[in-house]
């Protein structure tokens, strides 16, 4: 059985910092696409980042635009974790933050259920 499962969520003020995390079970985690969404309150769920693996040290991210510059994603194929590092940020970065994975970017099959971030200002 597949699962994955947010962690790191919290309040922070606007110009500070969170780590996300997401530990994946169930799944071969080094073989596939990882990404994180987003859904804020009356919004669509929005694409946030997302990496994939092509062996050794070499390692494919992207990133929305809205979040280029302040986030990192990052990934531990050996513990099955995937990672967002978020910085300086905004009002607008709240939402709860999901992850999601699949074979290929826009193939997602697996979803965890969220962790809420709230950026006060």
């Known amino acids: 059985q597949v699962q994955l499962v947010e962690s790191g969520g919290g309040l922070v003020q606007a110009g500070g910092s969170l780590r996300l995390s997401c530990a994946a079970s169930?799944?071969?985690?080094?073989?596939?696409?990882m990404a994180w969404f987003r859904q804020a309150p009356g919004k669509e769920r929005e694409f946030v980042a997302g990496i994939s693996w092509s062996g050794g040290s070499i390692y494919y991210a992207n990133y929305a635009s809205s979040v280029k510059g302040r986030f990192t994603i990052f990934r531990d194929n050996a513990k099955s974790t995937l990672f967002l590092q978020m910085n300086n940020l905004k009002p607008e970065d709240t939402a709860v933050y999901l992850c999601?994975?699949?074979?290929?970017?826009?193939?997602?099959?697996?979803w965890g259920q969220g962790t809420q971030v709230t950026v006060s200002s």
């Open positions: 169930g799944l071969t985690f080094s073989n596939l696409f």
């Open positions: 999601a994975t699949g074979r290929a970017q826009n193939q997602y099959t697996n």
